[in-house]
């Protein structure tokens, strides 16, 4: 069983920045791969970023040149920076690590307005 908790949500003006935490139960050293989902009021759940244990990172195209998702296994946690905010970033923020299961934090909220 693995345990993740995020932080770092808040509220952010157009163009600012946020950095996301997720802070794993267990060692992430040798879990397959860990990311993010987001999920905005009367929307689906959408992917954004993952980071294998080995491999290349990907993003979804709504992110690309603004996110960047990394990890630092010493500390078991994975960070999302999210730079040039825009209002459709808003959303609740799903960290997740997919080794012998899929586990889920419990959600952080981004709220990106003037």
């Known amino acids: 069983q693995v345990q993740l908790v995020e932080s770092g949500g808040g509220l952010v003006s157009p163009g600012g920045s946020l950095r996301l935490s997720c802070a794993a139960s267990?060692?992430?050293?040798?879990?397959?791969?860990m990311g993010w989902y987001r999920q905005a009021p009367g929307k689906q759940r959408e992917w954004v970023a993952t980071?294998?244990?080995?491999?290349?990172?990907n993003y979804a195209d709504a992110v690309k040149g603004r996110f960047t998702i990394s990890r630092d296994n010493a500390k078991n946690t994975v960070y999302l920076q999210m730079n040039s905010l825009k209002p459709d970033d808003t959303a609740v923020y799903y960290c997740?690590?997919?080794?012998?299961?899929?586990?889920w934090g419990q959600g952080t909220q981004v709220t990106v307005s003037s």
């Open positions: 267990i060692s992430i050293s040798n879990i397959n791969a």
């Open positions: 997740y690590a997919a080794g012998s299961g899929y586990y």
């Open positions: 980071i294998p244990r080995v491999g290349n990172r």
